[in-house]
Protein backbone atom coordinates (compact mmCIF):
# COMPACT_ATOMS: atom_id res chain seq x y z
CA UNK A 1 0.00 0.00 0.00
CA UNK A 2 2.86 2.30 0.82
CA UNK A 3 4.39 1.23 -2.52
CA UNK A 4 0.92 2.19 -4.77
CA UNK A 5 0.71 5.44 -2.05
CA UNK A 6 4.55 6.64 -3.30
CA UNK A 7 4.23 5.81 -6.56
CA UNK A 8 1.23 7.70 -6.76
CA UNK A 9 3.16 10.67 -5.32
CA UNK A 10 5.92 10.49 -8.38
CA UNK A 11 3.11 9.97 -10.66
CA UNK A 12 1.83 13.92 -9.75
CA UNK A 13 5.43 15.43 -9.39
CA UNK A 14 6.27 13.51 -13.28
CA UNK A 15 2.85 14.79 -14.20
CA UNK A 16 3.88 18.66 -12.77
CA UNK A 17 7.34 18.08 -14.34
CA UNK A 18 5.84 16.88 -17.65
CA UNK A 19 3.10 19.51 -18.34
CA UNK A 20 5.94 22.20 -18.00
CA UNK A 21 8.17 20.61 -20.67
CA UNK A 22 5.72 20.05 -22.67
CA UNK A 23 3.64 23.40 -22.86
CA UNK A 24 5.72 26.20 -21.83
CA UNK A 25 8.13 25.59 -24.81
CA UNK A 26 4.97 24.74 -27.40
CA UNK A 27 3.55 28.14 -26.05
CA UNK A 28 6.45 30.07 -26.28
CA UNK A 29 6.99 29.27 -29.83
CA UNK A 30 3.93 30.10 -30.32
CA UNK A 31 4.81 34.00 -29.28
CA UNK A 32 2.32 33.43 -26.27
CA UNK A 33 4.88 33.39 -23.62
CA UNK A 34 5.60 30.81 -20.74
CA UNK A 35 2.73 32.18 -18.44
CA UNK A 36 -0.03 31.31 -20.55
CA UNK A 37 1.65 28.04 -21.26
CA UNK A 38 2.15 27.24 -17.42
CA UNK A 39 -1.66 28.29 -17.06
CA UNK A 40 -2.95 26.02 -20.00
CA UNK A 41 -0.75 23.19 -19.02
CA UNK A 42 -2.55 23.53 -15.03
CA UNK A 43 -6.04 24.02 -16.47
CA UNK A 44 -5.07 20.50 -18.88
CA UNK A 45 -4.18 18.43 -15.87
CA UNK A 46 -6.43 19.78 -13.29
CA UNK A 47 -9.57 19.00 -11.83
CA UNK A 48 -11.28 20.34 -14.88
CA UNK A 49 -9.06 18.68 -17.39
CA UNK A 50 -7.36 15.29 -16.91
CA UNK A 51 -8.49 15.61 -12.93
CA UNK A 52 -4.64 13.83 -11.95
CA UNK A 53 -5.20 16.35 -9.43
CA UNK A 54 -7.81 17.19 -7.33
CA UNK A 55 -6.51 19.77 -4.18
CA UNK A 56 -5.56 22.45 -6.07
CA UNK A 57 -5.71 24.74 -3.15
CA UNK A 58 -2.90 22.44 -1.09
CA UNK A 59 -0.67 22.91 -4.85
CA UNK A 60 -1.56 26.48 -4.73
CA UNK A 61 -0.38 26.83 -1.02
CA UNK A 62 2.83 25.04 -1.46
CA UNK A 63 3.53 26.89 -4.92
CA UNK A 64 3.20 30.07 -3.26
CA UNK A 65 6.51 29.73 -2.59
CA UNK A 66 7.76 30.61 -5.83
CA UNK A 67 6.10 34.18 -5.92
CA UNK A 68 7.70 34.45 -1.82
CA UNK A 69 11.37 33.69 -3.17
CA UNK A 70 10.72 35.39 -6.65
CA UNK A 71 9.69 38.39 -4.07
CA UNK A 72 13.11 38.09 -1.95
CA UNK A 73 14.92 38.35 -5.33
CA UNK A 74 13.27 41.26 -6.45
CA UNK A 75 13.68 42.64 -2.56
CA UNK A 76 17.66 41.88 -2.74
CA UNK A 77 17.76 44.49 -5.70
CA UNK A 78 16.14 46.98 -3.90
CA UNK A 79 18.60 48.82 -1.49
CA UNK A 80 16.75 50.89 1.28
CA UNK A 81 18.40 53.98 -0.56
CA UNK A 82 16.93 53.05 -3.76
CA UNK A 83 13.63 52.50 -2.39
CA UNK A 84 14.00 55.99 -0.62
CA UNK A 85 14.79 57.66 -3.82
CA UNK A 86 11.73 55.84 -5.42
CA UNK A 87 9.39 57.08 -2.64
CA UNK A 88 7.18 59.31 -4.84
CA UNK A 89 6.72 56.91 -7.35
CA UNK A 90 5.35 54.48 -4.75
CA UNK A 91 3.94 56.41 -2.42
CA UNK A 92 2.54 59.07 -4.86
CA UNK A 93 2.17 57.06 -8.35
CA UNK A 94 0.87 53.97 -6.69
CA UNK A 95 -1.17 55.56 -4.25
CA UNK A 96 -2.97 57.39 -6.73
CA UNK A 97 -3.59 54.10 -9.45
CA UNK A 98 -4.69 52.15 -6.28
CA UNK A 99 -7.69 54.83 -5.19
CA UNK A 100 -8.19 55.71 -8.71
CA UNK A 101 -8.76 52.38 -9.68
CA UNK A 102 -10.35 51.09 -6.40
CA UNK A 103 -13.16 54.18 -6.83
CA UNK A 104 -13.98 53.28 -10.68
CA UNK A 105 -14.12 49.76 -9.81
CA UNK A 106 -16.35 50.59 -6.55
CA UNK A 107 -18.58 52.08 -8.76
CA UNK A 108 -18.89 49.55 -11.25
CA UNK A 109 -19.77 47.09 -8.77
CA UNK A 110 -22.84 49.14 -7.53
CA UNK A 111 -23.97 49.54 -10.60
CA UNK A 112 -23.75 45.35 -11.03
CA UNK A 113 -25.97 45.57 -8.41
CA UNK A 114 -24.07 44.90 -5.15
CA UNK A 115 -23.69 46.38 -1.70
CA UNK A 116 -21.79 49.18 -0.71
CA UNK A 117 -19.39 46.43 1.43
CA UNK A 118 -19.19 44.06 -1.01
CA UNK A 119 -18.55 45.82 -4.23
CA UNK A 120 -15.53 47.92 -1.95
CA UNK A 121 -13.82 44.80 -0.94
CA UNK A 122 -14.38 42.96 -4.95
CA UNK A 123 -13.22 46.01 -6.29
CA UNK A 124 -10.40 46.52 -4.03
CA UNK A 125 -8.92 42.90 -4.45
CA UNK A 126 -9.59 43.15 -7.89
CA UNK A 127 -6.75 46.37 -7.94
CA UNK A 128 -4.57 44.00 -6.41
CA UNK A 129 -2.11 43.29 -9.37
CA UNK A 130 -0.26 39.66 -9.78
CA UNK A 131 3.08 40.66 -9.27
CA UNK A 132 4.48 37.12 -10.23
CA UNK A 133 2.70 37.69 -13.68
CA UNK A 134 3.97 41.23 -14.24
CA UNK A 135 7.63 40.61 -13.79
CA UNK A 136 7.63 37.22 -15.11
CA UNK A 137 6.05 39.09 -18.63
CA UNK A 138 8.59 42.02 -18.44
CA UNK A 139 11.56 39.85 -17.37
CA UNK A 140 10.90 37.90 -20.78
CA UNK A 141 10.44 40.84 -22.39
CA UNK A 142 14.29 41.35 -21.40
CA UNK A 143 12.71 45.33 -20.45
CA UNK A 144 13.33 44.75 -16.39
CA UNK A 145 15.72 47.15 -15.87
CA UNK A 146 13.88 49.96 -17.76
CA UNK A 147 12.78 53.45 -16.66
CA UNK A 148 8.48 52.27 -17.53
CA UNK A 149 9.46 48.54 -15.73
CA UNK A 150 10.79 50.79 -12.55
CA UNK A 151 7.70 52.50 -12.53
CA UNK A 152 5.53 49.33 -12.55
CA UNK A 153 8.03 47.65 -9.90
CA UNK A 154 6.87 50.62 -7.66
CA UNK A 155 3.56 50.94 -7.79
CA UNK A 156 3.37 46.74 -7.04
CA UNK A 157 5.02 47.63 -3.85
CA UNK A 158 2.45 49.60 -2.72
CA UNK A 159 -0.33 47.79 -3.99
CA UNK A 160 1.63 44.82 -1.75
CA UNK A 161 1.87 46.62 0.88
CA UNK A 162 -1.53 48.07 0.50
CA UNK A 163 -2.95 44.89 1.57
CA UNK A 164 -2.34 45.94 5.90
CA UNK A 165 -4.63 48.66 6.05
CA UNK A 166 -7.08 47.25 3.18
CA UNK A 167 -7.19 44.17 6.16
CA UNK A 168 -8.09 46.61 8.83
CA UNK A 169 -10.83 48.36 6.69
CA UNK A 170 -12.63 44.94 5.69
CA UNK A 171 -12.66 44.45 9.90
CA UNK A 172 -14.44 47.88 9.90
CA UNK A 173 -17.39 46.79 7.45
CA UNK A 174 -18.14 43.67 8.98
CA UNK A 175 -21.59 43.58 10.16
CA UNK A 176 -22.56 45.31 13.26
CA UNK A 177 -23.56 41.84 15.17
CA UNK A 178 -20.06 40.54 14.72
CA UNK A 179 -18.21 42.82 17.57
CA UNK A 180 -16.36 39.66 19.05
CA UNK A 181 -14.85 39.19 15.45
CA UNK A 182 -14.40 43.00 14.39
CA UNK A 183 -12.35 42.81 17.91
CA UNK A 184 -10.28 39.81 16.73
CA UNK A 185 -9.93 41.18 13.23
CA UNK A 186 -8.61 44.84 14.98
CA UNK A 187 -6.80 42.18 17.42
CA UNK A 188 -4.96 40.70 13.99
CA UNK A 189 -4.19 43.96 12.35
CA UNK A 190 -2.26 44.88 15.53
CA UNK A 191 -0.33 41.23 15.44
CA UNK A 192 0.23 42.10 11.90
CA UNK A 193 1.69 45.28 12.43
CA UNK A 194 4.01 43.76 15.32
CA UNK A 195 5.61 41.01 13.09
CA UNK A 196 6.35 43.38 10.32
CA UNK A 197 8.37 45.61 13.11
CA UNK A 198 9.69 42.16 14.57
CA UNK A 199 11.28 40.84 10.99
CA UNK A 200 12.46 44.49 10.35
CA UNK A 201 14.26 44.10 13.61
CA UNK A 202 15.75 40.77 13.16
CA UNK A 203 17.10 41.85 9.67
CA UNK A 204 19.11 44.94 11.45
CA UNK A 205 20.44 42.81 13.75
CA UNK A 206 20.82 39.36 13.00
CA UNK A 207 20.69 38.14 9.46
CA UNK A 208 23.83 40.07 8.78
CA UNK A 209 26.34 38.48 11.61
CA UNK A 210 24.31 34.98 10.99
CA UNK A 211 25.87 35.53 7.26
CA UNK A 212 29.10 36.36 8.43
CA UNK A 213 29.69 33.41 10.88
CA UNK A 214 28.11 30.82 8.57
CA UNK A 215 30.46 32.19 5.80
CA UNK A 216 33.53 30.90 8.13
CA UNK A 217 32.57 27.61 8.31
CA UNK A 218 33.03 27.31 4.37
CA UNK A 219 30.39 24.83 3.49
CA UNK A 220 28.37 26.12 -0.13
CA UNK A 221 25.38 23.87 1.33
CA UNK A 222 25.03 25.89 4.48
CA UNK A 223 24.82 28.87 2.59
CA UNK A 224 21.90 27.52 0.88
CA UNK A 225 20.32 26.11 3.73
CA UNK A 226 20.49 29.68 5.70
CA UNK A 227 19.29 31.29 2.44
CA UNK A 228 16.29 29.24 2.64
CA UNK A 229 15.81 29.47 5.70
CA UNK A 230 15.77 33.52 5.79
CA UNK A 231 13.36 33.29 2.36
CA UNK A 232 11.24 30.70 4.34
CA UNK A 233 11.44 31.60 7.86
CA UNK A 234 10.57 35.74 6.75
CA UNK A 235 7.36 34.56 4.78
CA UNK A 236 6.38 31.71 7.83
CA UNK A 237 6.30 35.00 10.53
CA UNK A 238 4.56 36.96 7.42
CA UNK A 239 1.65 34.42 7.42
CA UNK A 240 1.73 33.95 11.22
CA UNK A 241 1.37 37.39 11.41
CA UNK A 242 -1.84 37.03 9.04
CA UNK A 243 0.27 39.18 6.15
CA UNK A 244 1.56 37.97 2.78
CA UNK A 245 4.21 35.99 2.96
CA UNK A 246 5.30 37.51 -0.77
CA UNK A 247 5.74 40.67 1.63
CA UNK A 248 7.58 38.87 4.39
CA UNK A 249 10.16 37.80 1.56
CA UNK A 250 10.65 40.87 0.03
CA UNK A 251 11.62 42.58 3.20
CA UNK A 252 14.23 40.01 4.05
CA UNK A 253 15.40 40.40 0.21
CA UNK A 254 15.48 44.34 1.04
CA UNK A 255 17.09 43.94 4.50
CA UNK A 256 19.47 42.31 3.15
CA UNK A 257 20.28 44.30 0.02
CA UNK A 258 23.14 45.85 1.05
CA UNK A 259 24.64 42.55 2.17
CA UNK A 260 28.25 41.58 0.83
CA UNK A 261 26.58 38.35 1.01
CA UNK A 262 23.84 39.22 -1.63
CA UNK A 263 25.21 37.98 -4.84
CA UNK A 264 25.41 34.69 -3.58
CA UNK A 265 21.98 34.85 -1.73
CA UNK A 266 20.95 35.39 -5.36
CA UNK A 267 22.20 32.79 -7.24
CA UNK A 268 21.52 30.18 -4.42
CA UNK A 269 17.93 31.23 -4.35
CA UNK A 270 17.33 31.28 -8.19
CA UNK A 271 17.14 27.70 -9.44
CA UNK A 272 14.11 27.38 -6.50
CA UNK A 273 12.91 30.51 -7.52
CA UNK A 274 12.21 29.70 -11.26
CA UNK A 275 10.93 26.14 -10.77
CA UNK A 276 8.54 27.15 -8.19
CA UNK A 277 7.40 30.13 -9.69
CA UNK A 278 6.16 27.68 -12.71
CA UNK A 279 4.50 26.11 -10.24
CA UNK A 280 2.53 28.81 -8.95
CA UNK A 281 1.33 29.63 -12.30
CA UNK A 282 0.36 25.40 -12.51
CA UNK A 283 -1.82 25.96 -9.57
CA UNK A 284 -3.55 29.13 -10.68
CA UNK A 285 -4.09 27.26 -14.05
CA UNK A 286 -5.71 24.13 -11.97
CA UNK A 287 -7.35 26.72 -9.52
CA UNK A 288 -9.82 28.29 -12.60
CA UNK A 289 -12.90 26.54 -11.43
CA UNK A 290 -15.17 25.83 -14.65
CA UNK A 291 -18.02 24.52 -12.74
CA UNK A 292 -18.56 28.09 -11.06
CA UNK A 293 -18.14 29.18 -14.60
CA UNK A 294 -20.64 26.73 -16.14
CA UNK A 295 -23.52 27.87 -13.12
CA UNK A 296 -22.93 31.78 -13.05
CA UNK A 297 -21.61 31.92 -16.26
CA UNK A 298 -23.37 35.23 -16.77
CA UNK A 299 -21.97 36.96 -14.08
CA UNK A 300 -18.20 35.84 -14.74
CA UNK A 301 -18.76 37.20 -18.26
CA UNK A 302 -19.99 40.36 -16.75
CA UNK A 303 -17.13 41.20 -14.33
CA UNK A 304 -14.38 39.89 -15.93
CA UNK A 305 -14.74 42.55 -18.90
CA UNK A 306 -15.93 45.54 -16.52
CA UNK A 307 -13.20 45.07 -13.97
CA UNK A 308 -10.57 44.62 -16.70
CA UNK A 309 -11.68 47.38 -19.37
CA UNK A 310 -12.44 49.83 -16.35
CA UNK A 311 -9.18 48.92 -14.31
CA UNK A 312 -7.36 49.61 -17.64
CA UNK A 313 -8.87 52.79 -18.07
CA UNK A 314 -8.42 54.20 -15.04
CA UNK A 315 -4.28 52.87 -15.48
CA UNK A 316 -4.27 54.73 -18.54
CA UNK A 317 -5.64 58.28 -17.28
CA UNK A 318 -3.26 58.07 -14.09
CA UNK A 319 -0.61 57.04 -16.85
CA UNK A 320 -0.89 59.61 -18.84
CA UNK A 321 -1.78 62.53 -16.31
CA UNK A 322 1.45 61.47 -14.63
CA UNK A 323 3.30 62.25 -17.42
CA UNK A 324 3.83 58.53 -18.97
CA UNK A 325 3.77 58.07 -22.92
CA UNK A 326 1.28 56.73 -25.03
CA UNK A 327 2.96 53.65 -25.56
CA UNK A 328 3.65 53.32 -21.90
CA UNK A 329 0.38 53.91 -20.71
CA UNK A 330 -1.23 51.78 -22.99
CA UNK A 331 1.73 48.52 -21.91
CA UNK A 332 0.70 49.72 -18.33
CA UNK A 333 -2.79 48.96 -18.43
CA UNK A 334 -2.91 45.98 -20.30
CA UNK A 335 -0.35 44.75 -18.32
CA UNK A 336 -2.17 45.56 -14.99
CA UNK A 337 -5.34 44.97 -15.83
CA UNK A 338 -5.84 41.98 -14.27
CA UNK A 339 -6.61 40.85 -10.16
CA UNK A 340 -3.53 38.77 -8.00
CA UNK A 341 -2.65 36.37 -5.38
CA UNK A 342 -3.33 39.30 -2.70
CA UNK A 343 -7.15 38.90 -4.07
CA UNK A 344 -7.54 35.32 -2.07
CA UNK A 345 -6.06 36.87 1.06
CA UNK A 346 -8.81 39.87 0.96
CA UNK A 347 -11.46 37.79 -0.14
CA UNK A 348 -10.93 35.13 2.56
CA UNK A 349 -10.50 37.73 5.08
CA UNK A 350 -14.15 38.86 3.74
CA UNK A 351 -15.60 35.73 3.74
CA UNK A 352 -14.90 35.44 7.62
CA UNK A 353 -15.81 38.37 8.74
CA UNK A 354 -19.66 38.07 6.82
CA UNK A 355 -18.98 40.28 3.99
CA UNK A 356 -19.05 37.78 1.66
CA UNK A 357 -21.25 34.56 1.19
CA UNK A 358 -18.99 31.47 -0.32
CA UNK A 359 -21.34 32.40 -3.45
CA UNK A 360 -19.67 35.54 -4.12
CA UNK A 361 -16.68 34.57 -2.86
CA UNK A 362 -16.53 31.59 -5.56
CA UNK A 363 -17.29 33.68 -8.32
CA UNK A 364 -14.87 37.15 -7.45
CA UNK A 365 -12.11 34.51 -7.04
CA UNK A 366 -12.73 32.99 -10.41
CA UNK A 367 -13.06 36.58 -11.72
CA UNK A 368 -9.46 36.95 -10.80
CA UNK A 369 -7.67 33.77 -11.81
CA UNK A 370 -9.68 34.13 -14.98
CA UNK A 371 -8.01 37.74 -15.17
CA UNK A 372 -4.90 36.60 -14.61
CA UNK A 373 -4.98 33.76 -17.40
CA UNK A 374 -6.42 36.29 -20.17
CA UNK A 375 -3.30 38.92 -19.08
CA UNK A 376 -1.08 36.97 -21.35
CA UNK A 377 -3.34 36.80 -24.29
CA UNK A 378 -4.21 40.71 -23.86
CA UNK A 379 -0.28 41.22 -23.94
CA UNK A 380 0.36 39.62 -27.24
CA UNK A 381 -2.63 41.18 -28.78
CA UNK A 382 -1.54 44.68 -27.70
CA UNK A 383 2.07 43.54 -28.54
CA UNK A 384 1.22 43.07 -32.09
CA UNK A 385 -0.97 46.26 -32.61
CA UNK A 386 1.38 48.21 -31.16
CA UNK A 387 5.00 46.70 -32.43
CA UNK A 388 8.25 47.24 -31.20
CA UNK A 389 11.29 47.07 -33.75
CA UNK A 390 12.82 44.10 -32.21
CA UNK A 391 16.87 43.29 -32.79
CA UNK A 392 17.87 40.99 -35.41
CA UNK A 393 20.71 38.70 -34.39
CA UNK A 394 21.60 37.96 -37.88
CA UNK A 395 25.64 38.58 -38.19
CA UNK A 396 26.19 38.65 -34.06
CA UNK A 397 28.23 35.81 -32.14
CA UNK A 398 26.69 35.35 -28.79
CA UNK A 399 29.09 35.92 -26.43
CA UNK A 400 30.46 32.05 -24.93
CA UNK A 401 33.93 31.22 -23.75
CA UNK A 402 35.95 34.08 -24.15
CA UNK A 403 39.36 34.33 -23.67
CA UNK A 404 41.47 38.11 -23.05
CA UNK A 405 43.68 40.00 -20.79
CA UNK A 406 40.93 42.81 -20.49
CA UNK A 407 37.03 42.24 -20.93
CA UNK A 408 35.50 45.46 -22.01
CA UNK A 409 31.91 46.02 -21.41
CA UNK A 410 29.97 48.56 -23.64
CA UNK A 411 31.24 49.49 -27.14
CA UNK A 412 29.59 52.64 -27.54
CA UNK A 413 31.46 56.05 -27.99
CA UNK A 414 33.28 55.69 -24.72
CA UNK A 415 34.18 51.72 -25.32
CA UNK A 416 35.40 52.37 -28.54
CA UNK A 417 38.07 55.09 -27.89
CA UNK A 418 38.99 53.69 -24.50
CA UNK A 419 39.78 50.08 -26.57
CA UNK A 420 42.01 51.52 -29.23
CA UNK A 421 45.54 52.25 -26.52
CA UNK A 422 44.61 48.60 -25.57
CA UNK A 423 44.63 46.93 -29.03
CA UNK A 424 47.12 49.14 -30.25
CA UNK A 425 49.70 47.69 -27.27
CA UNK A 426 48.55 44.61 -28.37
CA UNK A 427 46.88 44.00 -25.46
CA UNK A 428 44.01 40.44 -25.61
CA UNK A 429 40.55 42.37 -25.27
CA UNK A 430 37.05 40.74 -25.30
CA UNK A 431 34.39 42.91 -25.91
CA UNK A 432 30.71 42.60 -24.86
CA UNK A 433 27.60 44.85 -25.92
CA UNK A 434 23.72 44.09 -25.90
CA UNK A 435 23.11 46.98 -29.18
CA UNK A 436 22.93 44.20 -32.44
CA UNK A 437 22.75 47.66 -34.31
CA UNK A 438 26.06 48.81 -33.45
CA UNK A 439 27.74 45.23 -33.42
CA UNK A 440 27.17 45.12 -36.84
CA UNK A 441 28.71 48.41 -37.24
CA UNK A 442 31.97 47.56 -35.51
CA UNK A 443 32.18 44.68 -37.73
CA UNK A 444 32.47 47.10 -40.46
CA UNK A 445 35.60 48.75 -38.98
CA UNK A 446 37.32 45.44 -37.83
CA UNK A 447 36.41 45.23 -33.99
CA UNK A 448 34.84 41.84 -33.03
CA UNK A 449 32.19 42.61 -30.34
CA UNK A 450 30.14 39.78 -28.70
CA UNK A 451 26.36 39.98 -27.78
CA UNK A 452 26.59 40.00 -24.22
CA UNK A 453 24.10 41.84 -21.46
CA UNK A 454 26.86 42.17 -18.76
CA UNK A 455 24.14 42.62 -15.41
CA UNK A 456 23.99 39.22 -15.88
CA UNK A 457 26.27 36.62 -13.76
CA UNK A 458 26.25 33.94 -16.74
CA UNK A 459 26.54 36.04 -19.54
CA UNK A 460 30.17 37.45 -17.39
CA UNK A 461 30.96 34.07 -16.80
CA UNK A 462 30.60 33.19 -20.69
CA UNK A 463 32.69 36.03 -21.67
CA UNK A 464 35.97 35.23 -19.42
CA UNK A 465 35.43 37.80 -16.64
CA UNK A 466 36.66 34.82 -14.26
CA UNK A 467 40.30 34.51 -15.89
CA UNK A 468 40.54 38.14 -17.10
CA UNK A 469 42.82 40.42 -15.57
CA UNK A 470 40.90 43.60 -15.74
CA UNK A 471 37.08 44.37 -16.34
CA UNK A 472 36.41 48.05 -18.06
CA UNK A 473 32.76 49.00 -17.48
CA UNK A 474 32.07 51.66 -20.15
CA UNK A 475 28.43 51.47 -20.59
CA UNK A 476 26.31 54.16 -20.89
CA UNK A 477 24.17 53.89 -18.30
CA UNK A 478 24.94 54.96 -14.50
CA UNK A 479 22.70 52.50 -13.16
CA UNK A 480 23.25 49.82 -15.32
CA UNK A 481 27.34 50.57 -14.77
CA UNK A 482 26.93 50.78 -10.80
CA UNK A 483 25.45 47.32 -11.25
CA UNK A 484 27.58 45.77 -13.28
CA UNK A 485 30.72 47.07 -11.14
CA UNK A 486 28.91 45.64 -8.06
CA UNK A 487 28.51 42.50 -9.50
CA UNK A 488 31.99 41.92 -10.65
CA UNK A 489 33.18 43.25 -7.45
CA UNK A 490 31.62 40.77 -5.50
CA UNK A 491 31.97 37.88 -7.66
CA UNK A 492 35.67 38.38 -9.72
CA UNK A 493 37.68 39.65 -6.71
CA UNK A 494 40.71 38.78 -8.90
CA UNK A 495 39.96 41.14 -11.63
CA UNK A 496 41.45 44.73 -11.39
CA UNK A 497 37.66 46.84 -12.21
CA UNK A 498 37.29 50.00 -14.26
CA UNK A 499 34.66 52.38 -14.38
CA UNK A 500 33.21 54.76 -16.91
CA UNK A 501 31.31 57.11 -14.21
CA UNK A 502 28.55 59.57 -15.07
CA UNK A 503 29.00 62.40 -12.64
CA UNK A 504 29.97 63.09 -9.30
CA UNK A 505 26.90 60.99 -7.27
CA UNK A 506 28.05 58.13 -9.85
CA UNK A 507 31.34 58.57 -8.68
CA UNK A 508 31.29 58.60 -5.12
CA UNK A 509 29.27 55.78 -5.35
CA UNK A 510 31.71 53.61 -7.34
CA UNK A 511 34.54 55.03 -5.04
CA UNK A 512 32.17 53.42 -1.84
CA UNK A 513 32.02 50.09 -3.69
CA UNK A 514 35.70 49.72 -3.56
CA UNK A 515 36.18 49.63 -7.78
CA UNK A 516 40.02 50.22 -8.50
CA UNK A 517 39.92 53.00 -11.13
CA UNK A 518 36.57 55.71 -12.03
CA UNK A 519 36.68 58.64 -14.66
CA UNK A 520 33.40 61.09 -14.69
CA UNK A 521 33.42 60.50 -18.73
CA UNK A 522 33.17 64.84 -19.43
CA UNK A 523 35.84 65.49 -16.71
CA UNK A 524 39.18 65.54 -18.72
CA UNK A 525 37.38 66.46 -21.62
CA UNK A 526 35.84 69.70 -20.48
CA UNK A 527 39.57 70.18 -18.38
CA UNK A 528 40.80 70.29 -21.94
CA UNK A 529 38.00 72.38 -23.65
CA UNK A 530 38.81 75.02 -20.78
CA UNK A 531 42.23 75.29 -21.25
CA UNK A 532 41.90 75.70 -25.23
CA UNK A 533 39.42 78.83 -24.10
CA UNK A 534 41.84 80.12 -22.14
CA UNK A 535 44.28 79.98 -24.98
CA UNK A 536 41.53 81.45 -27.32
CA UNK A 537 42.02 84.46 -24.95
CA UNK A 538 45.84 84.58 -25.45
CA UNK A 539 46.42 83.35 -21.90
CA UNK A 540 50.03 82.04 -21.99
CA UNK A 541 50.43 78.07 -22.67
CA UNK A 542 52.10 77.56 -19.27
CA UNK A 543 49.68 79.51 -17.17
CA UNK A 544 46.63 77.81 -19.08
CA UNK A 545 48.24 75.02 -18.04
CA UNK A 546 48.37 75.81 -14.78
CA UNK A 547 45.55 77.11 -13.92
CA UNK A 548 43.91 73.46 -15.24
CA UNK A 549 46.23 71.34 -13.12
CA UNK A 550 44.69 73.54 -9.82
CA UNK A 551 41.25 72.90 -11.15
CA UNK A 552 41.79 69.39 -11.71
CA UNK A 553 43.69 69.30 -8.18
CA UNK A 554 41.19 70.89 -6.43
CA UNK A 555 38.64 68.48 -7.56
CA UNK A 556 40.30 65.86 -6.10
CA UNK A 557 40.78 67.13 -3.09
CA UNK A 558 36.55 68.26 -3.26
CA UNK A 559 35.82 64.13 -3.75
CA UNK A 560 37.93 63.12 -1.48
CA UNK A 561 36.40 65.39 0.93
CA UNK A 562 33.28 64.10 0.01
CA UNK A 563 34.30 60.62 0.26
CA UNK A 564 36.19 60.24 3.57
CA UNK A 565 32.82 62.60 5.38
CA UNK A 566 29.92 60.98 2.80
CA UNK A 567 28.83 64.63 3.05
CA UNK A 568 28.32 66.34 -0.39
CA UNK A 569 27.07 69.73 0.78
CA UNK A 570 30.43 69.61 2.25
CA UNK A 571 32.25 69.43 -1.30
CA UNK A 572 30.22 72.03 -2.01
CA UNK A 573 30.58 74.51 0.18
CA UNK A 574 34.09 74.24 0.00
CA UNK A 575 33.34 74.74 -4.06
CA UNK A 576 31.92 77.67 -3.44
CA UNK A 577 34.50 78.91 -1.08
CA UNK A 578 37.49 77.75 -4.11
CA UNK A 579 39.45 80.44 -5.58
CA UNK A 580 42.17 79.56 -7.54
CA UNK A 581 44.51 82.11 -8.12
CA UNK A 582 47.40 81.60 -10.56
CA UNK A 583 50.96 82.55 -10.62
CA UNK A 584 52.17 85.83 -10.72
CA UNK A 585 52.62 87.04 -14.89
CA UNK A 586 55.41 88.69 -16.62
CA UNK A 587 54.89 92.12 -17.70
CA UNK A 588 55.13 90.87 -21.08
CA UNK A 589 52.15 88.36 -20.59
CA UNK A 590 50.20 91.06 -18.78
CA UNK A 591 50.32 92.57 -21.71
CA UNK A 592 48.83 90.34 -23.55
CA UNK A 593 46.52 89.24 -21.64
CA UNK A 594 42.81 90.41 -22.10
CA UNK A 595 41.22 89.33 -18.93
CA UNK A 596 40.69 91.90 -16.34
CA UNK A 597 40.22 89.80 -13.34
CA UNK A 598 43.23 88.17 -11.28
CA UNK A 599 41.57 85.39 -10.12
CA UNK A 600 39.50 82.54 -11.87
CA UNK A 601 36.77 80.57 -10.03
CA UNK A 602 35.91 77.24 -9.98
CA UNK A 603 33.20 76.00 -12.00
CA UNK A 604 30.62 73.58 -10.55
CA UNK A 605 31.73 69.88 -11.80
Not at 5 to 12: I, Q, V
Not at 70 to 99: H, T, Y
Not at 203 to 217: D, E, H, K, M, T
Request: charged share 15%; proline share 3%.
Amino acid sequence: MAVQSGASDLLHVVALLGAMVVAVPLFRRLGLGSVLGYLAAGLAIGPFGLGLFTDTQAILHVAELGVVMFLFIVGLEMQPSRLWSMRRQIFGLGSLQVLACGALLTAVGRLGGLSWPVAFVAAMGFVLTSTAIVMQIIEERGVAASEPAQRLVAILLLEDLAIVPLLAIVALLEPAGAVGTKGARWADVAVALGTLAALVAAGFWILNPLFRVLARSGAREIMTAAALLVVLGAALLMQLGGLSMAMGAFLAGVLLSESTFRHQLEAEIEPFRGLLLGLFFLGVGMALDLSVIATDWRSVLLWVPAFMTFKAAAIYAVARLTGAGRREAVYRSALMAQGGEFAFVLYSSAGAGGIFDAHTNAIFTTVVIASMALTPLVMVVVTRLTPRPSQSMEGVDVADGLVGSVLVVGFGRFGQIACQALLARGVTVSIIDNDTDMIRAAAGFGFKVYYGDGKRLDVLHASGADKVRAIAVCVDKADDALKIAELVHAQFPLARVLVRAYDRGHALKLMDLGVDYQIRETLESALQFSEAALLALDVAPTEAAEVVAEVRRRDAERLALQMSTGDFKAGRDLLRGNVIRPAPLTPAAKERRPLGDEAVETPPA
